[in-house]
């Protein structure tokens, strides 16, 4: 595994002036190195952040570290993901042709996707997307991406806050991992970040989240303000579940 170099404060000439207590600086290259050893089958991930500020952009970044990845689209039309490769389907099970690759043991990224315009559209898209996570929570060895988890959970909405939910807290067993990703943690189930070995957030200076996030981390909360508060726009604060391990910095390279 990469080791960061050991030091407690940040210097100037890492990352834009900032200084940061048990922060490690990582450029994204040796992140992903450190990442594809440290994520285990089985450990969830809770990105959070305002829309627009690079969460899509981690999130396909450590995804391309999975073989059999299926995305959640509530929003339709995700560009970072079909730009990266996931590939729409419209049931689940998949079609024969990518049930075959991945019986050969090819990877497969699929995207759960579609309008939302009318009712009878948001029901079969809900309906989709619950026998995707069903199928995926039965099979095991998939990466569920639940993206704007937050509206993906409202009843009023999507309603799939049970399935993901069981899925964060049974899943693990059987070696399936879950990526959410949302904008608050009072907008979801508290397992959204209770059950993650990683909570990953952008820059931010709500303390209702922070503290929120350092109930779930175990960390003080003062301490994630502060590394917070001085993150560079599109950087991220990468929070192991271990509170023994230093938290790391990190930006995730544009989607090509």
Request: overall charge positive; hydrophobic content about 45%.
């Given at each position: 595994?990469?080791?960061?170099?050991a030091?407690?404060?940040?210097?100037?000439?890492?990352?834009?002036?900032t200084q940061?207590?048990r922060?490690?600086?990582?450029?994204?290259?040796?992140?992903?190195?450190?990442?594809e050893?440290?994520?285990?089958?089985?450990?969830?991930?809770?990105?959070?952040g305002?829309t627009?500020?690079?969460?899509?952009?981690?999130?396909?970044?450590?995804?391309?570290?999975?073989?059999?990845?299926?995305?959640?689209?509530?929003?339709?039309?995700?560009d970072?993901?079909?730009?990266s490769?996931?590939?729409?389907?419209?049931?689940?099970?998949?079609?024969?042709?990518?049930?075959?690759?991945?019986?050969?043991?090819?990877?497969?990224?699929?995207?759960?996707?579609?309008?939302?315009?009318?009712?009878?559209?948001?029901?079969?898209?809900?309906?989709?997307?619950?026998?995707?996570?069903?199928?995926?929570?039965?099979?095991?060895?998939?990466?569920?991406?639940?993206?704007?988890?937050?509206?993906?959970?409202d009843?009023?909405m999507?309603?799939?806050?049970?399935?993901v939910e069981?899925?964060?807290i049974s899943?693990r067993?059987?070696g399936?991992?879950?990526?959410t990703?949302?904008?608050?943690?009072?907008?979801v189930?508290?397992?959204?970040?209770?059950?993650?070995?990683?909570?990953?957030m952008?820059?931010?200076?709500?303390?209702?989240?922070?503290?929120?996030?350092?109930?779930?981390?175990?960390?003080?909360?003062q301490?994630?303000?502060?590394?917070?508060g001085?993150?560079?726009k599109?950087?991220?604060l990468?929070?192991?579940?271990?509170?023994?391990?230093?938290?790391?910095?990190?930006?995730?390279?544009?989607?090509?």
């Amino acid at each position: 595994m990469p080791r960061f170099a050991a030091r407690r404060t940040v210097s100037e000439t890492d990352w834009a002036g900032t200084q940061v207590r048990r922060v490690e600086p990582a450029p994204w290259p040796l992140f992903l190195r450190w990442w594809e050893d440290v994520w285990e089958p089985g450990q969830h991930v809770a990105l959070i952040g305002p829309t627009g500020q690079g969460k899509s952009t981690f999130a396909v970044g450590v995804l391309r570290l999975r073989k059999w990845v299926i995305a959640l689209d509530a929003k339709g039309g995700d560009d970072t993901l079909a730009a990266s490769g996931f590939k729409p389907i419209k049931a689940w099970p998949p079609p024969s042709k990518i049930r075959d690759e991945i019986a050969e043991g090819k990877p497969a990224r699929l995207i759960m996707t579609g309008t939302t315009r009318t009712k009878r559209d948001m029901g079969k898209l809900v309906a989709l997307m619950h026998e995707a996570i069903e199928g995926a929570r039965a099979e095991g060895g998939w990466t569920v991406y639940a993206d704007e988890f937050q509206i993906l959970a409202d009843r009023r909405m999507f309603g799939l806050d049970v399935p993901v939910e069981q899925m964060l807290i049974s899943a693990r067993s059987a070696g399936s991992s879950v990526v959410t990703s949302f904008q608050a943690p009072a907008w979801v189930p508290k397992a959204g970040t209770r059950q993650a070995s990683f909570i990953v957030m952008l820059k931010t200076g709500d303390v209702g989240m922070i503290q929120k996030v350092s109930e779930a981390s175990g960390r003080s909360w003062q301490e994630l303000r502060d590394a917070l508060g001085e993150l560079p726009k599109y950087y991220v604060l990468v929070i192991p579940q271990d509170i023994h391990a230093p938290m790391v910095c990190t930006k995730a390279d544009k989607v090509a």
